[in-house]
C-alpha cells in the first residue's frame, strides 16, 4: 500500500468516527429542543376528546408519519438508517424522506457556492501576487487595502448590499428566488437565462466574501517565498523575470490549496445567511425552515450534511497537499 493510500484509509477511519460522534451529539440535541409539532399535535387532539390511538393515526395521516418508540428506539433506528443513507422523514414536508429534501436543496447550494469560490480564488491569488510584487507602489497599496475591506464585512452584509444596490437601486438583477415562473424547467434558453440571472446576485456575494481573504493570503504567502535562497540564486543567475514570476506564484500557491479545499466545505453552513437574503432554497434556507417548524429529522440531516462536507474537505485537503508538494511526498516517504 502506498503513501498516500495509507494515509487516505486512516483519514476515512477517523472521519467515519467523526461523523458517527457528531451524528449522535446533533440527534440528542436537536430532539432537546422543545416545539415538537408531531407530539404536540397528539396531545392537541388527545385534549379535544380524541383517543391516544385515533390522535395519532389522525396525525400519522397530517405529517406523513408519527415516530415510534422511545427516544432510544429512534435514536438505534437512526443509527441504523444512516448505514442506508435514511435520515428519517420530515415533519415539514409531508413526511418526505429527509434523504431526497436535502438532496433536491443541496443543489441550490453547491453550485453557487462552487463558482463564487473558484471566481474569489483565481482572482485573488493572481491580485495577490501582484500586491505582493509591487507593494512599495500605488498599485499594491490599492489592492491590499481592497483586500482588507472587503475581508472585514461579512457575508450578510455583502448580500444587502448588493441587493439594495443590483435589485433596487438600479434595478437590473432579480431580488430573490433561484428562477422565475415564467419560464418553463427544462433546457431552454428562458429558462437557463434566468437560472444565470438569478445566481448572479448569490455567486457575487460568495466571491467578494471570499476575495479579501485570498488576496491578503497569496500577498503573505508570496512575501515569504520573496525571501527564499531560490529566488535569490535565480536573479543572480540572471534569469529571466517572467520565470522567476512563474516559480514564486507556483511555490506561493501551494499552501493557498488546503485552505481552498476547507473553504469549500465551511461554505456550505456559511450560505444560511446568503440564501436567507435571496431566498435561494438551498440547505441554508432549509435549515432556517426546519429549527423555524422544528423538524427535527431534517434539522439533524442539514447540519449533518454540513459535518460531512467539512470532514470531506479536510480529507481532500490533506491529500490533495501531499500530491501537489513533492517536498511533503518525500518527507513522508523518509519517514516511512
Known amino acids: 500500500m502506498t503513501i498516500i493510500a495509507r494515509r487516505l484509509a486512516g483519514h476515512l477511519a477517523r472521519g467515519v468516527v467523526m461523523i458517527l460522534v457528531v451524528a449522535t451529539i446533533t440527534f440528542f440535541i436537536v430532539r432537546s429542543i422543545p416545539g415538537d409539532p408531531v407530539a404536540a399535535n397528539v396531545q392537541k387532539l388527545i385534549e379535544q376528546g380524541m383517543s391516544p390511538e385515533a390522535a395519532e393515526q389522525a396525525t400519522r395521516v397530517l405529517y406523513g408519519f408519527q415516530p415510534k418508540g422511545s427516544l432510544w428506539d429512534q435514536y438505534l433506528d437512526y443509527m441504523t438508517g444512516l448505514l442506508t443513507f435514511d435520515l428519517g422523514q420530515s415533519v415539514t414536508h409531508a413526511g418526505a424522506p ?178 436567507r437574503i435571496f431566498n435561494y432554497p438551498g440547505l441554508g434556507l432549509l435549515l432556517i425552515e426546519s429549527i423555524t417548524m422544528r423538524d427535527y429529522a431534517l434539522m439533524g440531516g442539514a447540519f449533518l450534511i454540513i459535518t460531512v462536507a467539512i470532514i470531506v474537505a479536510n480529507i481532500v485537503a490533506d491529500l490533495f497537499y501531499s500530491v501537489i508538494d513533492p517536498r511533503v511526498r518525500s518527507g513522508e516517504e523518509v519517514s516511512a
Not at 475591506?149 to 430573490?176: E, K, M, N, R, W
Not at 434558453?189 to 434566468?194: D, K, N, P, Q, T
Not at 517572467?242 to 465551511?266: D, E, H, M, Q, V
Request: aromatic share 10%; no cysteine; proline share 4%.
Open 98 to 275: 429527509v434523504t431526497g429534501v436535502l438532496a433536491e436543496a443541496a443543489k441550490w447550494t453547491v453550485l453557487p457556492v462552487l463558482a463564487g469560490t473558484l471566481l474569489s480564488f483565481l482572482v485573488g491569488i493572481i491580485l495577490g501576487v501582484y500586491a505582493a510584487v509591487k507593494r512599495t507602489g500605488k498599485l499594491g497599496d490599492v489592492l491590499a487595502i481592497s483586500g482588507s475591506l472587503l475581508h472585514g464585512v461579512p457575508q450578510y452584509v455583502l448580500g444587502l448590499l448588493l441587493s439594495a444596490i443590483f435589485a433596487t437601486l438600479i434595478p437590473i438583477l432579480p431580488d430573490g428566488g433561484p428562477v422565475s415562473i415564467l419560464y418553463e424547467p427544462g433546457f431552454n434558453a428562458g429558462y437557463l437565462a434566468s437560472l444565470f440571472d438569478h445566481a448572479v446576485l448569490p455567486v457575487a456575494t460568495y466571491a467578494l466574501a471570499a476575495y479579501g481573504g485570498w488576496i491578503l493570503a497569496m500577498k503573505s504567502s508570496v512575501v515569504t517565498v520573496l525571501g527564499d535562497d531560490f529566488i535569490l540564486a535565480a536573479e543572480l543567475r540572471g534569469m529571466k523575470r517572467s520565470i522567476i514570476f512563474r516559480y514564486i506564484a507556483r511555490n506561493a500557491i501551494l499552501p493557498l490549496f488546503t485552505i481552498l479545499a476547507l473553504s469549500l466545505g465551511l461554505l456550505l453552513g456559511g450560505a444560511v445567511f446568503i440564501e
